[in-house]
């Protein structure tokens, strides 16, 4: 099995940044894909980020482009996503996903083997 353990979450106003981490243990293999995604409130869990493990690629939800980041450490086991600039509509649990089926990216929800527990990220006016 494969666990999945986010953290970084917190409450930050607007146009400030945060940094996610989701720390990965348990069975590992190469060519998996590594996601973010977020719900907020009433609404369907989307996708926000996407990254390859070789880190060769990878894919961001329009609304986030140029002020996300999303990035990997294979030696810590652990991804990032680096939130800059950050808008109300950010706020959502973010969820840490992993794609053990695929080396290439996907962006549905149900692509995914594996979740984290959700942290939460409020942004505030």
């Known amino acids: 099995q494969v666990q999945l353990v986010e953290s970084g979450g917190g409450l930050v106003q607007a146009g400030g940044s945060l940094r996610l981490s989701c720390a990965v243990s348990g069975r590992t293999r190469s060519d998996t894909v590594m996601g973010w995604f977020r719900q907020a409130p009433g609404q369907e869990r989307e996708f926000v980020a996407a990254?390859?493990?070789?880190?060769?690629?990878?894919h961001y939800v329009d609304s986030v482009k140029g002020r996300f980041t999303i990035s990997g450490d294979n030696v810590k086991k652990t991804v990032y996503l680096v939130m800059n600039s950050l808008k109300l509509e950010d706020t959502a649990v973010y969820y840490c996903a992993a794609d053990y089926s695929t080396a290439t990216v996907r962006t549905t929800r149900g692509a995914y083997d594996y979740w984290g527990q959700g942290t939460q990220v409020t942004v505030s006016s």
């Open positions: 990254i390859t493990s070789s880190g060769g690629s990878t």
